[in-house]
């Protein structure tokens, strides 16, 4: 009897909550990109589709529901996020520039804030900007 007992109390305790569940469904988000240097100054509303990276415990992907393609993979804290580098083309004025995206990010009740930073080169030369999501859980 005492050992049911304690293998109840011990089980109730040991659940295992697995913290990529908040983050996972359907998110509107509000992005922002600035690289003054290059005069790029964006905003773009978009959704995504959050959902668990498989044979990772700890990380999420992001899917673009506009552009299946623009994937993002993210290592999950508690209620923090910490995306990977994220490496995109972008045409400007008839040259490309190579865009790198670091950032991090807070999940507070259904409300994700994200901030990073974006190295921009094209042509031998290096601009440095900044960049913001902010998303609400649908």
């Known amino acids: ?3 049911a007992w304690l293998g109840f109390i011990s089980g109730c305790k040991n659940k295992i909550s697995d913290s990529r569940d908040q983050f996972v469904g359907t998110w509107k988000e509000a992005v922002t990109l600035s690289i003054p240097e290059l005069s790029i100054n964006e905003i773009v509303s978009k959704t995504e589709t959050v959902t668990k990276t498989e044979r ?12 299946p393609a623009d994937v993002k993979h993210a290592v999950v804290n508690g209620h923090s996020i910490v995306f990977d580098e994220l490496k995109r083309k972008k045409a400007k004025d008839g040259r490309i520039i190579v865009l790198r995206f670091n950032g991090k990010g807070k ?3 259904a409300s994700l804030t994200v901030i ?6 094209s ?9 913001t999501m902010t998303g609400f859980k649908q």
Do not use: F, Q, Y
């Open 1 to 3: 009897m005492l050992c």
């Open 56 to 67: 990772r415990s700890n990380k999420i992907t992001l899917a673009d529901l506009s552009n």
């Open 107 to 109: 999940l507070k009740g």
């Open 116 to 121: 990073g930073t974006v190295r921009a080169s």
């Open 123 to 131: 042509e031998g030369k290096v601009a440095h900007g900044t960049w």
